[in-house]
């Protein structure tokens, strides 16, 4: 089992940036799948990004770019760097962690993006 915990969600003006973390409660090293998620509000939950253990990555077409994932295993820590960001980005961010068929969740850090 392992906990997620999101940070760095907050208000930005359109065009500006945000790096979201999420930090799990033990090593993350062995697992192989690590993604954000995203809902907006009256919208289903839809992928952003993951990245593989072996370093591969993917992104959603709205965000490529702009978005990039990184992991640091050091640091059990997942990333999310979020630039040029529009008022369509605006959400509720989730990390997901998959280990053995079992997906795991935080709990979100919402993210506005407002003039």
């Known amino acids: 089992q392992v906990q997620l915990v999101e940070s760095g969600g907050g208000l930005v003006q359109p065009g500006g940036s945000l790096r979201l973390s999420c930090a799990a409660s033990?090593?993350?090293?062995?697992?192989?799948?690590m993604g954000w998620y995203r809902q907006a509000p009256g919208k289903e939950r839809e992928l952003v990004a993951y990245?593989?253990?072996?370093?591969?990555?993917y992104y959603v077409d709205s965000v490529k770019v702009r978005f990039t994932i990184a992991r640091d295993n050091a640091k059990n820590t997942v990333y999310l760097q979020m630039s040029s960001l529009k008022p369509e980005d605006t959400a509720v961010y989730y990390c997901s962690a998959d280990e053995y068929n079992v997906k795991y969740w935080g709990e979100g850090t919402l993210v506005t993006v407002s003039s």
């Open positions: 990245q593989i253990s072996n370093g591969i990555t």
């Open positions: 033990r090593s993350i090293s062995r697992i192989n799948y």
